[in-house]
């Protein structure tokens, strides 16, 4: 389908998930105007962004019409609507590996280490909350390697970029930098991880990359 109206992009520079969507808009060649949401200063919780997102998270995208929140949601409304270079393959069992592999980052790592999650845990209890974001992604990484080992090519699943990588791009760089986790641990992740640095879509999207990236976060 051809891209007539304007994309907005509520996004966040740090935010793994905005991070995807950045990716996979780069990937597509949609244009879309980039509208930051600090959730540091707390500018999620304004009247007008709850109008978008109750729950007061990014990503939003705003597609003509159509408003729609977290990044599996927005993601899967991009691949339907602009078919042009589709992140989804038609082979069933890869498909459903795709699928697979995005929703064990979406539910299963991601959400334990958002920022607003670990300042809760904080707050609440007074964890050590570096330690706790470091056992979930490990946990979770043990299975992403082994989903992927015996089928990675160039990308995730194959000798194509799908949605696994989409979403795998941004999670294994955010442990990385933000987590310390080692990657000699997981070889085909770190290898992919190396591939994916090579991308002009991973740089375009990265959040240095972004009109609202700051050298040092409050």
Same mark, same amino acid.
């Given at each position: 389908?051809?891209?007539?109206?304007k994309?907005?992009l509520?996004?966040?520079?740090?935010? #793994?998930?905005?991070?995807?969507?950045?990716?996979?808009?780069?990937h597509?060649?949609?244009?879309?105007?980039?509208?930051?949401?600090?959730?540091?200063?707390?500018?999620?919780?304004?009247?007008?962004?709850?109008?978008?997102?109750?729950?007061?998270?990014?990503?939003?995208?705003v597609?003509?019409?159509?408003v729609?929140?977290?990044?599996?949601?927005?993601?899967?409304?991009?691949?339907?609507?602009?078919?042009?270079?589709?992140?989804?393959?038609?082979?069933?069992?890869?498909?459903?590996?795709?699928?697979?592999i995005?929703?064990?980052?979406?539910?299963? /790592?991601?959400?334990?280490?958002? /920022?607003?999650?670990?300042?809760?845990?904080?707050?609440?209890?007074?964890?050590?909350?570096?330690?706790?974001?470091?056992?979930?992604i490990?946990?979770?990484?043990?299975?992403?390697?082994?989903?992927?080992?015996?089928?990675?090519?160039t990308?995730?699943?194959?000798?194509? /970029?799908?949605?696994?990588?989409?979403?795998l791009?941004?999670?294994?760089m955010?442990?990385?930098?933000?987590?310390?986790?080692?990657?000699?641990?997981?070889?085909?992740?770190?290898?992919?991880?190396?591939t994916?640095?090579?991308?002009?879509?991973?740089?375009?999207s #990265?959040?240095? #990359?972004?009109?609202?990236?700051?050298?040092?976060?409050?």
């Amino acid at each position: 389908m051809g891209i007539g109206r304007k994309v907005v992009l509520y996004s966040y520079w740090l935010s #793994s998930c905005s991070w995807r969507i950045r990716f996979a808009l780069s990937h597509k060649g949609i244009p879309y105007e980039y509208k930051a949401v600090d959730l540091v200063k707390g500018e999620q919780f304004s009247p007008e962004f709850e109008k978008l997102n109750p729950l007061h998270c990014v990503p939003v995208l705003v597609d003509d019409n159509v408003v729609v929140s977290d990044s599996y949601a927005i993601f899967l409304h991009l691949e339907q609507k602009y078919t042009r270079k589709p992140l989804l393959p038609v082979d069933p069992q890869i498909r459903a590996l795709n699928l697979q592999i995005a929703s064990v980052i979406n539910s299963s /790592i991601q959400p334990h280490h958002m /920022i607003g999650a670990l300042k809760d845990m904080e707050k609440m209890f007074g964890a050590e909350t570096k330690q706790w974001a470091q056992y979930k992604i490990d946990k979770g990484f043990l299975a992403l390697e082994k989903l992927t080992k015996n089928v990675a090519g160039t990308y995730a699943t194959g000798e194509r /970029i799908y949605m696994a990588d989409v979403f795998l791009a941004p999670q294994i760089m955010q442990a990385v930098n933000r987590f310390d986790i080692d990657m000699s641990k997981y070889p085909t992740l770190r290898k992919l991880s190396e591939t994916y640095k090579g991308l002009a879509e991973f740089h375009a999207s #990265s959040p240095q #990359s972004q009109p609202d990236a700051c050298t040092t976060v409050d």
